[in-house]
């Protein structure tokens, strides 16, 4: 009897320890859902070395491109479905649904720097002074231009010339015969695709999109003129079917050597200056963006950053996911693994301070000059009730944006007129401003 209970305690020994030991090392399985923008991809590729240093933690990856990847964390998160550990947003969500619960604020206790990001990057992922999306790139817009055609052409690109200036060069650099296209303009439907860009062309213009009583401006002179300009450049100066590109498919143009400029995000600039990358890599130039009637809103403020649903089941493991890939040491591990013109830049200060990184980017001081230059809280000539350069940071904003965006595309396909186009989009705003009871 004695044996038989010792051999029993054994082995209720045995299986307790092989127990302890399978919970040590069960893992915990995190979703991400993010863009299918290259700097993404390269965070994708390098997950291994990140589960390595977190063997308790496994990935798992959802990548789409940008509409759809909107469209699927906006359901998630407002449904409550909890699919997702780890999303990616950007400066319009984040403020948002921080202020509604929707997202759990980023720990930036320890070594993580939170000093070291850029201030205007910080602020506008911020709600009541806390963080609630982590910044993995950041970008504004500028003019992004190939130097050999210019020169040729005998023409100039400078800081902040007048969009007629830029339409005239865009002109001389137009050869479709030859394979080139003047200018690179996104026209995909999207309140973050065309409307991207369109907003702070129109800004320029010193449109507004909503008065200080709340009320949509679309249908002004402002919004007329600039989306009339924005049409005729493409139709006479851009690639065929405008309108189904957006950043992905005019960068590829561009790097192809395909485009005369373009003005889009200066994030671009890292890829189209690419030996690995790009065919023009060492015949780009870069300015600030055109201007019109007005600087202020001429050029877009946006950080593609990761964020923690409410509802996840892995907040642990997510922040440490998080706090890995935004961080210094990830930029440090790209650059010595990719090189130092291809990490994700926009972010941090100490990117910017980095002579390895300096040496190799030729973009560096262009682009933290863009994003230094943008200012969500003033960026509209005549006062304004928002905060944002490119879009309005309201729940309501991303239905207005979007159905704008539509009747923009329409435009510029010609199956409706611009002036049609912004009836329309402006009616729709108002409809939805007054059942949100703004006015």
Not at 14 to 32: D, E, N
Not at 68 to 76: G, P, Q, V
Request: aromatic fraction near 12%; hydrophobic fraction near 40%.
């Amino acid at each position: 009897m004695k044996d038989l209970i010792n051999n029993y305690l054994s082995y209720m020994i045995a299986l307790i320890v092989m127990t302890s030991t399978s919970l040590a090392y069960a893992q915990t399985k995190i979703t991400i859902a993010t863009v299918n923008n290259s700097h993404m991809m390269t965070m994708q590729e390098l997950t291994p070395i990140f589960e390595k240093a977190h063997p308790d933690i496994k990935v798992k990856w959802i990548t789409v491109e940008e509409s759809k990847l909107r469209e699927h964390i906006t359901l998630d998160v407002t449904d409550k479905h909890g699919f997702y550990d780890v999303i990616t947003i950007g400066m319009y969500e984040a403020p948002i649904w921080g202020e509604k619960k929707w997202i759990q604020p980023i720990d930036t206790s320890g070594d993580y720097d939170l000093e070291d990001i850029i201030p205007s990057i910080r602020e506008g992922l911020s709600y009541n002074n806390t963080l609630f999306a982590a910044p993995f790139y950041g970008e504004s817009s500028m003019v992004i231009y190939r130097k050999d055609l210019i020169d040729a052409a005998g023409v100039t690109i400078n800081d902040r010339d007048t969009w007629e200036h830029i339409r005239d060069v865009a002109a001389a650099l137009h050869d479709p015969e030859a394979g080139v296209y003047g200018m690179c303009l996104r026209g995909k439907a999207g309140w973050g695709d065309n409307m991207a860009f369109v907003s702070t062309m129109a800004n320029s213009f010193g449109a507004r999109w909503f008065d200080e009583n709340w009320k949509p401006q679309l249908e002004t002179t402002e919004w007329n003129n600039a989306v009339n300009f924005y049409v005729e450049l493409l139709r006479k100066y851009g690639p065929p079917n405008a309108s189904n590109n957006s950043f992905n498919e005019n960068l590829s143009l561009f790097s192809q050597g395909k485009c005369g400029i373009l003005v889009d995000a200066t994030i671009a600039a890292s890829f189209v200056t690419d030996p690995k990358k790009s065919k023009v890599f060492d015949k780009v130039g870069f300015a600030q963006s055109p201007m019109q009637v007005t600087e202020k809103g001429a050029n877009w403020l946006w950080a593609w950053s990761l964020a923690i649903p409410t509802e996840t089941q892995n907040a642990k493991a997510a922040q440490t996911f998080i706090r890995w890939a935004t961080s210094k040491e990830y930029i440090k591990l790209i650059g010595e693994t990719k090189g130092w013109a291809a990490v994700p830049t926009g972010t941090r200060f100490s990117t910017y301070n980095n002579p390895d990184f300096l040496a190799v980017a030729s973009f560096a001081q262009d682009e933290l000059e863009a994003i230094n230059s943008a200012n969500p809280a003033d960026s509209t000539l005549k006062p304004s009730p928002y905060i944002g350069v490119q879009f309005a940071a309201i729940p309501e904003f991303q239905d207005i944006g979007a159905i704008t965006g539509q009747m923009v595309s329409g435009a510029l396909n010609g199956t409706i007129s611009v002036e049609q186009a912004l009836k329309s989009a402006n009616l729709s705003a108002d409809n939805h401003m007054h059942q949100a009871d703004y006015y």
